[in-house]
């Protein structure tokens, strides 16, 4: 269950004014209601921005947001052209173990290629 946007109590907490007796339960008890702050934080996410160069093989940079961002070719390509005509383009958002696990196999990849393909992450 999603607790963080909801409104609803957290909570709720039964103050006693005198002795529990179970048939005088309404008499005896008023309810109190506290709220707290959700325990669990999400983690931030990162962006992976891949920039534009003059020598990476189009093909290659599709092949790229296929592989490691599981992007349909028509995606891909979309991405890719949005990265050579305005100089950069996100790939993905994902925890940063993720983001720089993915940035490191297209890097290397890519370097193994002899392609100076570059990539940044971004704190969302
Ligand atoms: N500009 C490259 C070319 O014309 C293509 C390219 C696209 C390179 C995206 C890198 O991140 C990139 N071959």
Redesign the pocket.
């Known amino acids: 269950m999603k607790r963080e946007k909801s409104n609803e109590p957290y909570f709720n907490t039964v103050l006693s004014s005198e002795e529990n007796d179970n048939e005088n339960f309404d008499k005896n008890f008023s309810s109190l209601t506290l709220q707290e702050k959700p325990k669990l934080k999400k983690p931030p996410l990162y962006k992976v921005i ?9 093909e290659f ?1 599709v092949e790229m947001l296929q592989t490691y961002f599981s992007k349909s070719q028509e995606q891909a390509t979309e991405i ?1 052209l949005h ?2 005509q305005k100089g950069l ?1 996100i790939c993905g958002l994902y925890t940063f173990e993720i983001a720089e696990s993915k940035a490191a196999q297209v890097l290397d990849k890519a370097r193994k290629n002899q392609h100076p ?1 570059q990539i940044k992450l971004e704190k969302e």
């Open positions: 891949m920039l534009n160069d003059d020598y990476t093989p189009m940079v890719m990265i050579h383009g393909l």
